[in-house]
């Protein structure tokens, strides 16, 4: 290090930094090779970019395949016509991997300017490149993944919302699929007005549920987190034990369980009901639109709630003792401590976890899928398929795997990111590391 | 005398409250039970638990007429290559967002943070596609892959965090010494780091275990299915073994019942150290 910061940089210095620069600029890794003498990572680069022209062609074909989405050609057997969906989705991972490769260039430019001003100091090894290539080679896998089975995938769900891919007549590879613009936007806004109704009442309830699932299970672990601490009865860790249950269980056999149980006629709860007298009648838990809701946000109460306990303990638990003593000291009583000191605290420190909660159920498809199945159904269920208790993922679920209309459920899926990612960005600024500038 | 007669009555009010609770919960649990262990396959339960007889036919019929444990060895590869390969992924890229400055290392943290709020089903028509080219379709890694890749934006953030609150001066001084980052990583921050590590191995290994979509979208052939399809496939298809499946159910239910009950405290303590460190 001492060596480093003697050295000067003078005018001959800024000639050669502007040559490796323009090296670098020209042709990847060529400043690495010619200049700084770093073969290994200049043999790397090169060999990238070696590789990046060999495949131009082919990169091109993509890039236009992806613009046209191919030529109808019914005159061909099935197999040898353009399929629209791998030419929309080869061009998706064609554009990713150009992105990728300009990262690498800006990459190779930048590093090579780096070894030269640190060239003079000291000498680099392989083992040190290694090293110090650390950060890249521990984010490779992750974004390599990321980009193929996350980013691929939501990119190309996107632009499916921005084309006719849907039954019947364009699904490859019998038809091909075409770029429409904002029709299906405007078909589910206002245009078709059996889809828009559907719409609007799907999108009203997902958002009266997120939000109902949410503040019931947060006040309802809330409640029994208090009432368990509070409360000093001995047996305590019993009944925690026994609240936990429902976290334990996989939630697709508690909900199919549930279903079980609350079928109007033959099920469990209407059937003993009727025996000790409470209802004459049955009671259509998951048959009628509105006891579907009700019963949809009460089971998920009973799912939901140990979750929000756990956590309250765990947040309860580690409020410093001393403020537990000076309240004492001060003389308050049980409750003005509770009230006044331990509930400030956890829902301070516990908010952020409301709003992801609140994204989470938005998106909690088994909640509802396993549950009621999305049903009953209502009047526009046989065209839309969105039945009483459909949230929008389920409603997704059905277009595309009953349905086949990708096109609309794309839509969807657009929507469910206008509203969510502005409420996930907000949660991150009010954290304290966003704003501490650590991140 | 009467403050006494008053906390008694408190206690026995919270006691009443608890023990109503207790039995909402634990309704749909013993009913469950009861329908393993009950002859025939009626889908109408009897009204008092254990009220029609007791068999263990259903049991035998799962271990001899149908794949259950075929269902059973593939989720537990699945659950617990993902468990590994979570691991292993999240927290290399939480340590270096947490320890090092990069370009782009903002947009990144933003763009993960974006992306953990899809639910990974809504690309599933692409991820279709591209196991398919990739030669993923109706195999288990292919399956692990895609849990992997979904699991990673989210956890990252949640590993990043913690390893923010661990010291710097820990592994700086250990790169004084001449460690390497690698070394750095494994032998000094992941120790440090366990019992976030511990959390997300669960966490990470209790989610395929009863995911739906995704392996119906991969695996078709009959050795190639996981519990969630098979057990679903009893409640479905137009069979209604309700009490075959609930037998199948409660064979899964039992082992993660035990689990989480021994492991209540970690639970806890992770749980409240998630919201402390916001």
């Given at each position: 290090?001492?060596?480093?910061?003697?050295?000067?940089?003078?005018?001959?210095?800024?000639?050669?930094?502007?040559?490796?620069?323009?090296?670098?600029?020209?042709?990847?890794?060529?400043?690495?090779?010619?200049?700084?003498?770093?073969?290994?990572?200049?043999?790397?680069?090169?060999?990238v970019e070696?590789v990046f022209?060999?495949f131009l062609?082919k990169i091109i074909?993509a890039l236009?395949?992806l613009?046209?989405?191919?030529?109808?050609?019914?005159?061909?057997?099935?197999?040898?016509?353009?399929?629209?969906?791998?030419?929309?989705?080869d061009g998706v991972v064609v554009v990713a991997i150009v992105a990728v490769l300009i990262a690498i260039y800006?990459?190779?430019?930048?590093?090579?300017?780096?070894?030269?001003?640190?060239?003079?100091?000291?000498?680099?090894?392989?083992?040190?490149?290694?090293?110090?290539?650390?950060?890249?080679?521990?984010?490779?896998?992750?974004?390599?993944?990321?980009a193929?089975?996350?980013?691929?995938?939501?990119?190309?769900?996107?632009?499916?919302?921005?084309?006719?891919?849907?039954?019947?007549?364009?699904?490859?590879?019998?038809?091909?699929?075409?770029?429409?613009?904002?029709?299906?936007?405007?078909?589910?806004?206002?245009?078709?007005?059996?889809?828009?109704?559907?719409?609007?009442?799907?999108?009203?309830?997902?958002?009266?549920?997120?939000?109902?699932?949410?503040?019931?299970?947060?006040?309802?672990?809330?409640?029994?987190?208090?009432?368990?601490?509070?409360?000093?009865?001995?047996?305590?860790?019993?009944?925690?034990?026994?609240?936990?249950?429902?976290?334990?269980?996989?939630?697709?056999?508690?909900?199919?369980?549930?279903?079980?149980?609350?079928?109007?006629?033959?099920?469990?709860?209407?059937?003993?009901?009727?025996?000790?007298?409470?209802?004459?009648?049955?009671?259509?838990?998951?048959?009628?639109?509105?006891?579907?809701?009700?019963?949809?946000?009460?089971?998920?109460?009973?799912?939901?709630?140990?979750?929000?306990?756990?956590?309250?303990?765990?947040?309860?638990?580690?409020?410093?003792?001393?403020?537990?003593?000076?309240?004492?000291?001060?003389?308050?009583?049980?409750?003005?401590?509770?009230?006044?000191?331990?509930?400030?605290?956890?829902?301070?420190?516990?908010?952020?976890?409301?709003?992801?909660?609140?994204?989470?159920?938005?998106?909690?498809?088994?909640?509802?899928?396993?549950?009621?199945?999305?049903?009953?159904?209502?009047?526009?269920?046989?065209?839309?398929?969105?039945?009483?208790?459909?949230?929008?993922?389920?409603?997704?679920?059905?277009?595309?795997?009953?349905?086949?209309?990708?096109?609309?459920?794309?839509?969807?899926?657009?929507?469910?990111?206008?509203?969510?990612?502005?409420?996930?960005?907000?949660?991150?600024?009010?954290?304290?590391?966003?704003?501490?500038?650590?991140? | 005398?009467?403050?006494?007669?008053?906390?008694?009555?408190?206690?026995?009010?919270?006691?009443?409250?608890?023990?109503?609770?207790?039995?909402?919960?634990?309704?749909?649990?013993?009913?469950?039970?009861?329908?393993?262990?009950?002859?025939?396959?009626?889908?109408?339960?009897?009204?008092?638990?254990?009220?029609?007889?007791?068999?263990?036919?259903?049991?035998?019929?799962?271990?001899?007429?149908?794949?259950?444990?075929?269902?059973?060895?593939?989720?537990?590869?699945?659950?617990?290559?993902?468990?590994?390969?979570?691991?292993?992924?999240?927290?290399?890229?939480?340590?270096?967002?947490?320890?090092?400055?990069?370009?782009?290392?903002?947009?990144?943290?933003?763009?993960?943070?974006?992306?953990?709020?899809?639910?990974?089903?809504?690309?599933?028509?692409?991820?279709?596609?591209?196991?398919?080219?990739?030669?993923?379709?109706?195999?288990?890694?292919?399956?692990?892959?895609?849990?992997?890749?979904?699991?990673?934006?989210?956890?990252?953030?949640?590993?990043?965090?913690?390893?923010?609150?661990?010291?710097?001066?820990?592994?700086?001084?250990?790169?004084?010494?001449?460690?390497?980052?690698?070394?750095?990583?494994?032998?000094?921050?992941?120790?440090?780091?366990?019992?976030?590590?511990?959390?997300?191995?669960?966490?990470?290994?209790?989610?395929?275990?009863?995911?739906?979509?995704?392996?119906?979208?991969?695996?078709?052939?009959?050795?190639?299915?996981?519990?969630?399809?098979?057990?679903?496939?009893?409640?479905?298809?137009?069979?209604?073994?309700?009490?075959?499946?609930?037998?199948?159910?409660?064979?899964?239910?039992?082992?993660?019942?035990?689990?989480?009950?021994?492991?209540?405290?970690?639970?806890?303590?992770?749980?409240?150290?998630?919201?402390?460190?916001?």
């Open positions: 290090m001492e060596t480093s910061i003697s050295v000067q940089p003078t005018p001959a210095d800024a000639g050669v930094r502007k040559k490796v620069l323009i090296a670098s600029i020209l042709f990847m890794g060529l400043g690495h090779i010619v200049y700084l003498r770093q073969y290994l990572k200049g043999v790397f680069f090169a060999a070696a022209i060999a062609p074909k236009i395949n613009q046209t989405l191919g030529e109808p050609k019914p005159h061909l057997p099935v197999r040898l016509r353009d399929n629209s969906i791998f030419m929309l989705i800006i990459i190779s430019v930048r590093d090579a300017l780096n070894e030269f001003s640190q060239s003079r100091s000291r000498r680099v090894g392989i083992r040190e490149s290694i090293n110090k290539a650390f950060p890249v080679l521990g984010l490779a896998p992750s974004i390599g993944l990321i193929f089975f996350v980013i691929v995938p939501l990119v190309f769900s996107a632009c499916v919302a921005f084309t006719n891919y849907s039954s019947p007549s364009h699904i490859p590879p019998n038809n091909t699929v075409d770029w429409v613009g904002l029709d299906n936007f405007r078909a589910l806004f206002g245009g078709s007005k059996i889809w828009t109704q559907a719409l609007g009442r799907v999108a009203a309830w997902t958002l009266i549920w997120g939000a109902l699932a949410t503040v019931t299970c947060y006040f309802g672990g809330m409640l029994m987190a208090v009432v368990l601490r509070e409360s000093k009865i001995r047996i305590a860790p019993i009944f925690r034990t026994i609240f936990i249950l429902p976290y334990a269980i996989p939630s697709v056999i508690s909900m199919l369980v549930w279903q079980n149980l609350l079928n109007a006629t033959f099920g469990t709860v209407n059937r003993t009901l009727r025996a000790i007298g409470i209802i004459s009648t049955n009671i259509p838990w998951i048959g009628d639109p509105t006891w579907a809701k009700f019963t949809a946000v009460m089971i998920n109460l009973w799912a939901g709630f140990p979750y929000f306990m756990l956590l309250i303990t765990g947040s309860m638990s580690a409020i410093s003792q001393d403020i537990f003593e000076a309240a004492e000291i001060d003389g308050a009583s049980k409750w003005q401590v509770c009230r006044k000191i331990v509930l400030p605290i956890v829902i301070y420190q516990t908010a952020p976890l409301i709003i992801m909660s609140f994204t989470h159920n938005v998106n909690n498809f088994g909640a509802i899928f396993f549950l009621t199945g999305g049903n009953p159904v209502v009047s526009d269920t046989t065209t839309t398929n969105a039945a009483g208790t459909d949230i929008l993922v389920t409603w997704i679920y059905k277009l595309t795997v009953n349905l086949n209309q990708y096109h609309y459920a794309s839509v969807l899926a657009v929507m469910i990111f206008l509203v969510l990612a502005p409420i996930a960005i907000f949660n991150l600024r009010r954290t304290r590391s966003f704003r501490e500038g650590e991140l | 005398m009467r403050a006494r007669a008053r906390i008694n009555l408190a206690t026995i009010i919270v006691l009443v409250f608890l023990t109503i609770v207790a039995l909402a919960v634990l309704y749909p649990v013993v009913y469950i039970v009861s329908a393993a262990f009950t002859p025939g396959s009626s889908i109408a339960l009897d009204l008092v638990p254990f009220g029609s007889g007791f068999t263990l036919e259903h049991f035998r019929f799962l271990f001899k007429n149908t794949n259950y444990p075929i269902w059973f060895a593939n989720t537990l590869i699945i659950a617990i290559s993902t468990s590994i390969c979570t691991v292993v992924l999240a927290s290399l890229s939480a340590y270096v967002f947490s320890r090092f400055r990069f370009t782009l290392k903002r947009t990144m943290m933003m763009a993960l943070l974006i992306l953990q709020i899809f639910p990974s089903f809504i690309g599933m028509v692409a991820i279709y596609v591209i196991l398919l080219r990739i030669g993923g379709l109706n195999t288990l890694w292919g399956l692990v892959l895609v849990y992997v890749a979904g699991n990673i934006p989210y956890n990252t953030w949640l590993v990043k965090s913690y390893l923010d609150t661990i010291p710097r001066s820990l592994d700086e001084a250990a790169i004084i010494d001449g460690a390497s980052h690698f070394r750095v990583y494994w032998q000094i921050v992941m120790p440090v780091a366990r019992p976030i590590l511990t959390f997300l191995a669960i966490a990470s290994f209790t989610g395929p275990w009863m995911d739906f979509i995704f392996p119906k979208l991969v695996l078709r052939s009959a050795d190639k299915q996981t519990l969630a399809l098979g057990l679903f496939s009893f409640v479905t298809d137009k069979k209604n073994q309700f009490t075959t499946f609930a037998a199948g159910a409660l064979l899964v239910a039992v082992p993660f019942i035990i689990f989480f009950v021994i492991s209540q405290k970690l639970l806890i303590e992770s749980l409240g150290a998630s919201a402390v460190k916001e």
